[in-house]
C-alpha cells in the first residue's frame, strides 16, 4: 500500500465525505420526488460550549445543503433535565423530524444516559440508545454510531476486503471504541480494544493490520508501535500548542512519524472528522426510509 516514496498513503476523509455528501442529496432528491419524503434533523444544544456550538453550525449547514429540514433547538445552561426530557418527547412524536442528535457533553446536572435513552430509538442517529448499541452487537439492523461507520468505510475503501484481518482499537468509549469494534468483527476481522489498563501496549497495536486509535492523547501512538504496512485510522482531535502563542489540531496519532512505517493513514485535519457529519446525513436519510416502511438505499 506504501507510495512510490515510501510515504503512506494520505487517506483523504474529506474528500470522501464529500463525495458521500453529493450521494446523500442525490438520494434526498428521489425521496422527495417518488414519496415525499423530505427527511428532517433535529439537533439539540444545551449550553454555550464553543466546540459544541461549531459542531451544531456545521451538522445544520450540511444537512441543509443535502436537501434535508434542519432544526436546531438551542437551550441555556441552566435548562432542568425534566424540561430537556419533555422537547426529546415531543421531538420523537414530530412527524417531520426523522432523527434526534443531542449534543453532548451535557451540563453535570444532566443525566446523559437518560438523556440518551429517551431518543426513540428509531430516531437515534447518533446510535447511542441501549437499544441501537444490542442490536449492533447482536448483528440486526441498526442506527450506528457515526464516527465508527466513518472509520470503516474509510478502511474498506483503502483495503477492500478486510476479513481475517487484524484490528486493534485503543480506546474503549461507548461511542468510538466498543461500536467500531463491533462493525470491525461485522467485516470478519480479528479484534483486539486495547485501553488505559493493557499491558504492552506498543507490542499489543504492532499486530495490527488495522490500527483505529481513539483515546483522546495528542500523538500518543508513535512510528515504531505500528506494523509496516499498516491501515492507520486516528480519531483523535486534540488541540496542542503550536509554540508561536497558536493552536493546532493533532491526532492520537504521531502523524509524521507514522508516515515511514504505516501503509495507509488518515490525517488530522481531513480525515475521520468530516465523515462523522456525512455518517450522520446518512443515518438521518436510513431512519427516515426505516420510519416509511422503504427498503434503505444503498450510500
Ligand atoms: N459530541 C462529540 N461527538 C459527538 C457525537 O458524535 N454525537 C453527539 N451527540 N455529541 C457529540
Given amino acids: 500500500m506504501t507510495q512510490e516514496n515510501g510515504l503512506a498513503k494520505r487517506i483523504d476523509g474529506k474528500a470522501f465525505a464529500a463525495s458521500l455528501r453529493v450521494r446523500i442529496g442525490k438520494e434526498v432528491e428521489r425521496l422527495v420526488r417518488d414519496h415525499d419524503l423530505k427527511p428532517g434533523l433535529a439537533v439539540v444544544l444545551v449550553g454555550e460550549d464553543p466546540a459544541s456550538q461549531v459542531y451544531v453550525r456545521n451538522k445544520?449547514?450540511?444537512?441543509?445543503?443535502?436537501?434535508?429540514?434542519?432544526?436546531?433547538?438551542?437551550?441555556?445552561?441552566?435548562?432542568?433535565?425534566?424540561?430537556?426530557l419533555a422537547l426529546i418527547e415531543k421531538l420523537n412524536n414530530d412527524d417531520?423530524?426523522?432523527?434526534?442528535?443531542?449534543?453532548?457533553?451535557?451540563?453535570?446536572?444532566?443525566?446523559?444516559?437518560?438523556?440518551?435513552?429517551?431518543?426513540?430509538?428509531?430516531?437515534?442517529?447518533d446510535g447511542f440508545h441501549v437499544v441501537n448499541a444490542g442490536r449492533l452487537a447482536t448483528g440486526q439492523a441498526a442506527l450506528t454510531?457515526?464516527?465508527?461507520?466513518?472509520?470503516?468505510?474509510?478502511a474498506k475503501d483503502t483495503l477492500g476486503d478486510l476479513s481475517g484481518l487484524e484490528a486493534v482499537v485503543v480506546g474503549r468509549s461507548n461511542i468510538v471504541g466498543k461500536p467500531v469494534a463491533q462493525l470491525l468483527l461485522q467485516e470478519n476481522c480479528t479484534i483486539t480494544i486495547a485501553h488505559s489498563r493493557t499491558k504492552n501496549l506498543e507490542e499489543v497495536c504492532r499486530r495490527a493490520d488495522i490500527l483505529i486509535a481513539a483515546v483522546g492523547r495528542p500523538q500518543m501512538i508513535k512510528g515504531d508501535w505500528i506494523k509496516k504496512g499498516a491501515c492507520v485510522i486516528d480519531v483523535g482531535i486534540n488541540r496542542i500548542d503550536a509554540g508561536?502563542?497558536?493552536?493546532r489540531l493533532v491526532g492520537d496519532v504521531d502523524y509524521q512519524d507514522a508516515l515511514a512505517t504505516a501503509g495507509s493513514i488518515t490525517p488530522v485535519p481531513g480525515g475521520v472528522g468530516p465523515m462523522t457529519i456525512a455518517c450522520l446525513l446518512r443515518n438521518t436519510v436510513q431512519a427516515a426510509c426505516m420510519i416509511k416502511g422503504l427498503d434503505l438505499p444503498d450510500l
Fill in 60 to 84: 445544520g449547514v450540511q444537512t441543509l445543503e443535502a436537501g434535508m429540514n434542519s432544526y436546531e433547538h438551542k437551550l441555556p445552561d441552566d435548562t432542568n433535565e425534566a424540561d430537556l
Fill in 145 to 154: 454510531s457515526c464516527t465508527p461507520v466513518g472509520c470503516v468505510m474509510l
Fill in 96 to 125: 417531520s423530524v426523522h432523527g434526534i442528535l443531542v449534543q453532548l457533553p451535557l451540563p453535570k446536572h444532566i443525566n446523559e444516559t437518560k438523556v440518551i435513552n429517551t431518543v426513540h430509538p428509531d430516531k437515534d442517529v
Fill in 244 to 247: 508561536n502563542g497558536k493552536t
